[in-house]
C-alpha cells in the first residue's frame, strides 16, 4: 500500500486525534510516557489496535508463535503474604493445601507427559524459607535427567533473590550454579508493577521495583535469556503502567537480553482483593497494544491464554500479540474462573495450530529462544497431540501468575 494510501486510510480508522502517534508509529520514532498514556485514555480501542498491528506486522508479518511447554510450579509455601496471590494464600484463610515437591513428584509430573515433545520447561514456586540451596539445584538436575535437552525457563528474579539467600554467596555464583545445573533462562514474574507505590500496598515484603532491575542486570551478565511481565488490573493507576513500560524498555537498552514481555491481567477471585472487578477482554487487548507500540526493543509480546482465554488470545494477534505461549499442560498458580484447585490448563499443539489459523495468522512453532522448530519429515506431525483433559480450552484464570 502507497504510504499516502496508508495515511489517508489511518486518518479514517483513528481519527485526527491520534495521527501525530500515527506519525511517530508509522517512522519509527519512539513513543514516551505521555504517548503512552494518551493511548491507554484513547475512547477508541480499534485505533490503538491498528497502531500495534502496524508494528506486529512490520516485526513479524502473519506470523504467530507457539511452543510445546509443560509447567511445573514446586511449592505454594511462600512468607511473601502477597495482597494479590491465592496460589500461597493460607488454608485459614481459604487458600489451597501447602505442598512441596520431591524429587519423586517431579519425575512423576514430567513423566506424564514424556509421549509429548515438550521443548520447554517452565518452573515456579513460592518463597520457602525452609527450602535449602541444594533443592533448587537438584530441581534442575532433575529435570536434565529425565527430559535431556529441553529448555528449563525457571526462578522469578523475587526466587533468585531467596536462592541466593540460603546459597550465602554472591548471586552472580548463584546464577553459575544454576545454569551448570541446568537453567537456561529466566521467567519474567515478580516485577508485578514497577511502582513503589503498589510494592508498599500489595507486595512490601518482595523486592521492589530497585530490587528486581538489580536482579534483572545480574541475569543479564550471566548470559541468560529473561522474559518480563506486568500485572495491571488492580491498584495501580494508567500512569505507572505506561512508566513500567518505559522503564522496562530502558533496562531493554541497557541489557539486551529480554525475549518476549507478557502483560498478565489480575483475576481476582480467591484473593484478597475480591472486592475489585474482574478483567476484561477490552483492557487485555489494550494493554497488549499499548506494550507493543511502547516496548519497540522487545522483539515479541505474547498474550498468555491462560489469563487471556483462548477467544481474546486469537483477538489479540491483530492487537500487537505474536505469541499465544503454548500447551501448558497443568497450571496451579492461577485457575479457570469459578474452578478454584482444577490445575489441568491444556491446549494440544493441533488445537493452538487451528486457533491461530482461525485468527487468520500463520503458526509457528518456536523454541524457548525463538527459533522455529521444524516439522517431522513429510510434514506430518512428529506425535500424536494429547487430548484435553477438560472439554473445552479454559476460560479466565483466577488469582495470580508468578511467571
Not at 325 to 344: A, C, F, S
Amino acid at each position: 500500500m502507497a504510504a499516502a494510501e496508508l495515511d489517508r486510510r489511518a486518518e479514517r480508522l483513528i481519527g485526527p486525534g491520534l495521527m501525530p502517534l500515527y506519525e511517530k508509529v508509522r517512522d519509527g520514532r519512539r513513543l514516551n510516557c505521555a504517548d503512552a498514556v494518551a493511548l491507554y485514555r484513547a475512547p477508541s480501542l480499534s485505533a490503538v489496535g491498528f497502531l500495534a498491528n502496524l508494528v506486529r506486522e512490520r516485526m513479524h508479518g502473519d506470523r504467530a508463535y507457539y511452543i510445546r511447554n509443560q509447567h511445573i510450579n514446586y511449592t505454594n509455601v511462600c512468607n511473601k503474604h502477597c495482597k494479590f496471590c491465592y496460589f500461597a494464600k493460607n488454608p485459614k484463610q481459604g487458600g489451597p493445601e501447602p505442598y512441596v515437591l520431591s524429587m519423586d513428584d517431579v519425575r512423576r509430573a514430567l513423566r506424564r507427559h514424556r509421549d509429548v515433545p515438550i521443548t520447554e520447561v517452565h518452573m515456579v514456586g513460592g518463597i520457602n524459607p525452609r527450602l535449602p540451596y541444594s533443592y533448587y539445584l537438584d530441581l534442575l538436575r532433575t529435570i536434565r535427567e529425565e527430559r535431556p535437552g529441553v529448555h528449563v525457563k525457571a526462578f522469578t528474579a523475587v526466587e533468585l533473590v531467596e536462592i541466593q539467600r540460603v546459597a550465602r554467596k554472591p548471586l552472580a555464583d548463584v546464577l553459575a550454579d544454576l545454569k551448570a545445573c541446568g537453567l537456561a533462562s529466566v521467567p519474567g514474574g515478580g516485577a508485578e508493577v514497577l511502582s513503589d507505590r503498589v510494592h508498599g500496598i500489595l507486595h512490601p515484603k518482595k523486592i521492589g521495583a530497585e530490587g528486581w532491575t538489580r536482579v534483572a542486570r545480574e541475569v543479564a551478565a550471566a548470559g541468560l535469556p529473561q522474559y518480563a511481565t506486568m500485572l495491571y488490573g488492580h491498584v495501580e493507576t494508567i500512569e505507572e503502567r505506561a512508566d513500567h513500560l518505559v522503564r522496562l524498555r530502558e533496562l531493554q537498552d541497557e541489557t539486551g537480553h529480554f525475549l518476549a514481555f507478557t502483560p498478565l491481567s489480575f483475576h481476582p477471585e480467591g484473593t484478597f482483593l475480591e472486592h475489585l472487578p474482574a478483567p476484561t477482554g477490552m483492557d487485555d487487548l489494550r494493554n497488549l497494544a499499548v506494550s507493543r507500540l511502547v516496548l519497540d526493543n522487545f522483539p515479541h509480546i505474547k498474550s498468555f491464554w491462560i489469563m487471556n482465554t483462548v477467544q481474546v488470545s486469537q483477538v489479540a494477534l491483530w492487537y500487537g500479540a505474536d505469541d499465544m505461549d503454548g500447551t501448558v499442560h497443568e497450571y496451579e498458580i492461577t485457575y479457570p474462573e469459578g474452578h478454584l484447585g482444577e490445575k489441568t490448563q491444556v491446549v494440544t499443539r493441533r488445537q493452538l495450530i487451528r486457533l491461530i489459523k482461525e485468527a487468520g495468522r500463520m503458526p509457528v512453532e518456536r523454541d524457548s529462544l525463538y527459533r522455529e522448530v521444524p516439522p517431522a519429515p513429510g510434514g506430518r506431525p512428529r506425535f500424536h497431540p494429547i487430548r484435553v483433559l477438560r472439554g473445552d480450552p479454559p476460560g479466565p484464570a483466577a488469582g495470580i501468575t508468578s511467571g
